[in-house]
């Protein structure tokens, strides 16, 4: 149990009262910063060990695991009044730009924070919640170096000792679930078990052989009795997963900020799927006589891009094959970063990217890849793309699908947006940021919008830049992509608010914005453990394309220096990174 430390201290206190007119010494906020991510972390260890942070006030957090209690989420709540209150006495009229973008993300993540335990509560009906921490929590000291291996091992013994008491929270703490989530739930508890029973055990130092069986055992048991339970667990249907109108709007402008609607940016989105599907028709036309001189008179825009599209996807490699690909893509992304940090921006100092399959607890929702970034206060550690393998036991035409989807170009198009310039390149320039209280609070609590935006932005500015210029299937393909983000934000918004069914989310897919049938059962799914996480790629690439529009009008605007600026500031709400850039 994590103990909850008061914040104080005089310079803060007239920060807080709001009574100051004068600029706040930025020690003093400085301070609170850090107050705010560490007291934060400290009631989420799992967390805390991934973001670099092991110790709160004498608590070995790399040895705990997050209190779902009655008392523990008591103590979160209390938590985030005690901090709305304070942040609330502020006075951001006399704070810097800087300061009032991180004052922002402090407010945006207690709102977000207080919604999920009072009108959410996604631990009282969804059990990946409980599945996936026993995850992240013995996976990051198993994968991460941030301590010498024995040491690690040794947190990964307590951490699997807390294991039954959790999971027994999580089965009082559970009053129904869905066909969904108790699926996914039981599968990626599969994969903990997996690690824990396969993986694990020869690799453990000798010393801990004998505490570690034992803390295994006990673990792996209340894991398969949590499976147990699930499967009894009241069903509460499609309105289980469905987060409602009135639910989604409160966590839509948590994430996508409070100047947006759902309605509003769903009607852009279903204008846009429209504007792109023209510009792919036009795209197609000069392929599709190359491909199909026989079809030269056809003119229906759904047959010539997706026959165009078929041949484009039969460029794949075999499933073996696959990482190896991967592998391939990612050397050549970063040497053509290295050759054009001009139109994009200076490669990052440090190389601690590695590839690796998805962990299995995360596979449900990493159905095809994602990126796991070094921990804030360690950069210097590992940075992990992760690639969802192609299980061996699939049927061919399961694994053709996914391949067609993730082709030569669909893959390096992925790579692009997880590692480089996307994901990794993005968390490498924000792992520069000082005071380390900064670094902390963007990295760790980063706007969603800026961070899936840019992946999306920086894809588009790849190919502008001369990536694959003589392939136009790559042109293409990237136009398929970011139809793909366009019609996530469709699904979301339709699937949580509208009772959109899932014969209408798949006609959607596979008809107007032509993805395969792998992705697409694997979006609905995705989409359905999840709410207000995919329209961030649509709405996060027009913010970056505004805020670029908005530099460009400036003298001297030069593409790489707009794109350094901007990943050093870190994840910002893009409305307060205008005003931080200026613009």
């Known amino acids: 149990m994590v103990r909850l430390i008061a914040w104080t201290g005089c310079a803060a206190a007239l920060l807080l009262c709001g009574c100051g007119k004068q600029k706040p010494d930025p020690v003093a906020f400085q301070q609170l910063t850090g107050d705010f991510v560490y007291s934060s972390l400290a009631l989420s260890p799992v967390s805390a060990t991934s973001a670099g942070y092991h110790s709160h006030n004498g608590v070995a ?63 009282r009906h969804n059990p990946t919640v409980y599945v996936e921490l026993v995850g992240n929590a013995i996976f990051t000291p198993y994968s991460v170096d941030y301590a010498p291996a024995a040491e690690r091992w040794r947190h990964i013994v307590a951490r699997l000792k807390g294991v039954p008491a959790l999971l027994e929270a999580g089965k009082s703490n559970l009053v129904d679930s869905n066909s969904v989530w108790a699926k996914v739930a039981v599968e990626e508890n599969e994969g903990n078990l997996a690690l824990v029973e396969t993986e694990f055990p020869a690799k453990v130092p000798a010393e801990l052989k004998s505490e570690y069986d034992g803390a295994a055992r006990a673990a792996a048991s209340a894991m398969r009795a949590f499976n147990e339970h699930l499967r009894g667990l009241k069903d509460a249907g499609a309105q289980g997963w469905r987060l409602g109108a009135e639910k989604y709007a409160a966590k839509f402008k948590t994430v996508i900020g409070a100047g947006a609607t759902p309605e509003r940016l769903l009607a852009d989105a279903e204008a846009e799927v429209l504007r792109v599907r023209k510009e792919m028709f036009m795209a197609s036309l000069p392929l599709h006589v190359k491909y199909y001189p026989a079809h030269k008179d056809r003119v229906d825009l759904n047959l010539i891009v997706g026959e165009t599209l078929k041949k484009v996807a039969r460029k794949h490699v075999k499933p073996e094959a696959y990482f190896d690909e991967a592998e391939k893509t990612l050397a050549e992304t970063r040497e053509f970063l290295r050759s054009h940090e001009d139109a994009l921006v200076k490669s990052p100092p440090r190389d601690n990217l590695k590839l690796i399959p998805t962990p299995e607890f995360m596979r449900g929702i990493y159905g095809v890849g994602g990126f796991n970034p070094a921990p804030a206060l360690q950069p210097e550690l590992g940075a992990f793309y992760w690639l969802t393998p192609i299980p061996k036991e699939w049927p061919k035409e399961r694994a053709e699908s996914k391949l067609r989807e993730y082709n030569d170009y669909g893959l390096r198009i992925l790579t692009i947006h997880e590692a480089i310039p996307g994901h990794y390149v993005q ?23 800026y961070i899936e935006g840019w992946a999306v932005y920086a894809t588009e500015a790849m190919l502008d830049a001369g990536y694959k210029k003589d392939d136009p299937e790559m042109r293409l393909t990237f136009s398929k992509q970011l139809l793909r983000a366009i019609a996530n934000t469709i699904l979301d918004i339709k699937l949580h608010t509208q009772g959109m069914t899932d014969e209408e989310a798949m006609k959607l897919m ?16 995705r989409a359905k453990l999840s709410s207000c996480q995919l329209p961030t790629y649509f709405a996060g690439y027009r913010a970056w394309k505004e805020l670029r529009k908005a530099a460009q009008a400036k003298p001297g605007f030069q593409a790489g220096e707009f794109h350094r600026r901007a990943l050093q500031a870190g994840a910002l709400p893009l409305g307060s990174l205008r005003k931080v850039l200026g613009l």
């Open 510 to 525: 596979l008809e107007r914005t032509f993805q395969e049938k792998e992705e697409a059962v694997a979006k609905l799914q």
């Open 427 to 449: 968390f490498e320039y924000a792992a520069g940021i000082e005071p380390k209280e900064r670094r902390l609070l963007r990295g760790v609590f980063g706007n969603r919008l």
């Open 61 to 123: 957090l790399d040895q705990a695991l997050d209190d779902f209690s009655a008392a523990g989420i008591g103590r979160q709540r209390q938590h985030c009044v005690d901090w709305k209150r304070r942040l609330a006495g502020l006075d951001r009229a006399v704070l810097d730009a800087d300061a009032r973008a991180d004052l922002e993300l402090m407010e945006s993540q207690v709102e977000a924070w207080l919604l999920e335990l009072d009108v959410i509560q996604s631990y």
